[in-house]
């Protein structure tokens, strides 16, 4: 990874939402194609934009998509794209979705961006470098007792029967007001910046995940998988972000998995 | 309800606004005090601000503040103030919060205001005219059929047992990428906004959805309790609003209640 990734990657962010930014609020009507069309046409036209720049400047570098699926490359690199992080609350109007660009190199996320591009915020991290909120450094913050942390994730219907119970037996750990529902890749954002404490979640795939690694991670926090392995592409989509590294084992002990590490 | 009642409400929520931007992603760090300093200063601030304008202008008016209480008035006129609906999502950095200004007269709510301080965005609603967005008309939309909706509510955990299971008998409806979670009042924006079709939640107090009545119902929609009754100072909490009225016998009947109405 060099300057020039970073770079390219804000290339690509500043694509991405140049092509989202007309469908927000907008281009969505209640139709009989209103599940497939107006937001897979925003996907797809970000994906579209991002691609076209990588196949221009790196054209034997991987890419995995969202929309577009996998192509092949020779350089060990892989940029890893999900256009639109958040798609539902994307078409409920609500600037809390993210576009997620990774560039892993032989497998390992060196580089990630979350971009929301309605209220122009980017959060960028890079591996050995502090992660940065709109050019200027974010941190994640302490948290002294796993009862003091803000907890966040996406939806109940995420989780498996199984893993429900896990994250309620957590959940149960932490005050009723300080557990939020929605907000995907935004919520692992504002964990970097140091809002949120903690983030939970199952059934996400690689797109949605590797790009937070970097920023979490250099930002101060920790990702890993529910029995505390790192993420990779083999996961099963369990995953934990912690502002806090040291309450690592709290939280998989509250989770009910410690008996498993 | 007159002209100046509206311009009232307007700077009753730059007043309010004024004093939550400050706390924003900023006076709030993790201490013993987290769960009740820094959203509370920001809150109490928020309302004390409003309440101050509102005791100079209309002594005599009525004023119900989810932090300060009521004030007993003598002029058929009542205030209801909630200067952060959403404070679990404010104090983690999300800017879909919102501060509900509503006047009652008699009762019922004839004036509605939502605001999100931090994108600057504002829906007005009053009685017998349409809803205002930043000055611009707001709509509600058509919703065809319950399996379209796009559905919303803050948290799995606002509803009782009996309650969860009609919720996810209706949310059983809706087709599993159109639901969202977290959002509070700033779904019923939304909403109004033609954006989401179905908010349901329960467990709400009259200052979280007083405001939210002339902003849904000026702008096309419904809003009534989960018996399909009006919602008033006596409601148990249950509330649906409808972006299309249309739907309200399939909303009931999905949440198992047809049978009672």
């Given at each position: 990874?060099?300057?020039?990734?970073?770079?390219?990657?804000?290339?690509?962010?500043?694509?991405?939402?140049?092509?989202?930014?007309?469908?927000?609020?907008?281009?969505?009507?209640?139709?009989?194609?209103?599940?497939?069309?107006?937001?897979?046409?925003?996907?797809?036209?970000?994906?579209?934009?991002?691609?076209?720049i990588?196949?221009a400047?790196?054209?034997?570098?991987?890419?995995?998509?969202?929309?577009?699926?996998?192509?092949?490359?020779?350089?060990g690199?892989?940029?890893v794209?999900?256009?639109?992080?958040?798609?539902?609350?994307?078409?409920?109007?609500r600037?809390?979705?993210?576009?997620?660009?990774?560039l892993?190199?032989e497998?390992?996320?060196?580089l990630?961006?979350?971009?929301?591009?309605?209220?122009?915020?980017?959060w960028?991290g890079?591996?050995g470098?502090?992660?940065?909120?709109?050019?200027a450094?974010?941190?994640?913050?302490?948290?002294?007792?796993?009862?003091?942390?803000?907890?966040a994730?996406?939806?109940?219907?995420?989780?498996?029967?199984?893993?429900?119970v896990?994250?309620?037996?957590?959940?149960?750990?932490?005050?009723?007001?300080?557990?939020?529902?929605g907000?995907?890749?935004?919520?692992?954002?504002?964990l970097?910046?140091g809002?949120?404490?903690?983030?939970?979640?199952?059934?996400?795939?690689l797109?949605?995940?590797?790009?937070?690694?970097?920023?979490?991670?250099?930002?101060?926090?920790?990702?890993?998988d529910?029995?505390?392995?790192?993420?990779?592409?083999?996961?099963?989509?369990?995953?934990?972000?912690?502002?806090?590294?040291?309450?690592?084992?709290?939280?998989?002990?509250?989770l009910?998995?410690?008996?498993?590490?």
């Open positions: 990874m060099t300057p020039a990734d970073v770079q390219l990657a804000n290339r690509l962010a500043d694509a991405a939402g140049t092509a989202i930014r007309p469908f927000f609020r907008n281009a969505f009507t209640l139709d009989d194609k209103a599940d497939a069309s107006p937001v897979t046409e925003a996907d797809r036209a970000a994906e579209a934009a991002m691609r076209k990588i196949e400047e790196y054209p034997r570098d991987s890419i995995i998509g969202e929309e577009y699926g996998e192509k092949p490359g020779t350089t690199r892989t940029w794209l999900d256009p639109i992080d958040g798609t539902t609350s994307f078409i409920a109007g600037p809390i979705f993210g576009t997620l660009i990774a892993m190199v497998g390992w996320p060196v990630g961006v979350i971009d929301q591009p309605v209220s122009s915020e980017r960028i890079a591996t470098k502090p992660t940065m909120f709109n050019n450094p974010a941190r994640t913050r302490r948290c002294a007792t796993l009862d003091q942390a803000l907890l994730t996406t939806s109940p219907h995420l989780f498996g029967d199984d893993e429900a896990s994250f309620l037996a957590l959940a149960s750990k932490v005050a009723r007001r300080r557990l939020i529902y907000g995907d890749c935004y919520n692992y954002a504002l970097a910046s809002h949120v404490d903690l983030v939970v979640e199952a059934g996400l795939k797109h949605d995940f590797a790009a937070l690694i970097p920023i979490v991670e250099g930002a101060g926090g920790i990702m890993c529910w029995a505390g392995e790192p993420l990779n592409a083999a996961s099963a989509g369990e995953v934990i972000a912690l502002g806090d590294p040291a309450r690592l084992e709290d939280a998989l002990q509250a009910g998995l410690a008996a498993q590490l």
